[in-house]
Nanobody
Framework: QVHLVESGGSLVQPGGSLRLSCAASGIIFSNYNMGWYRQAPGKQRELIAR????GTTEYVKARFTISRDNAKNTMWLQMVNLQPVDTAVYYC???????????WGQGTQVTVSS
């Protein structure tokens, strides 16, 4: 059974930083492109960053850094200078590089507020 578990979300003040983690199990992690998405209340889920199977960043928004360690079956999202507009539930997604089969985590809440 596939599990993607996000962690690291919290309440942070504007200008602060956070590092989110996504731990994967039940898949051959190195065969999956990985991505971070977020969904704010009343808005559509949007892509934040994407990294391919070998760790090359394919897309990333400003102020964010995506990384992965295939030996640890883990992906991270480093976020800096967070602003209230960054408030959202952050999700990780695993997408099999050949078949396109995709899995989502349950999300972790990031709230940026003073």
């Amino acid at each position: 059974q596939v599990h993607l578990v996000e962690s690291g979300g919290s309440l942070v003040q504007p200008g602060g930083s956070l590092r989110l983690s996504c731990a994967a199990s039940g898949i051959i992690f190195s065969n999956y492109n990985m991505g971070w998405y977020r969904q704010a209340p009343g808005k559509q889920r949007e892509l934040i960053a994407r990294v391919n199977t070998v760790g090359t960043t394919e897309y990333v928004k400003a102020r964010f850094t995506i990384s992965r360690d295939n030996a640890k079956n883990t992906m991270w999202l480093q976020m800096v200078n967070l602003q209230p507009v960054d408030t959202a539930v952050y999700y990780c997604k695993a997408e099999q590089a050949v078949s396109g089969a995709a899995y989502w985590g349950q999300g972790t809440q990031v709230t940026v507020s003073s």
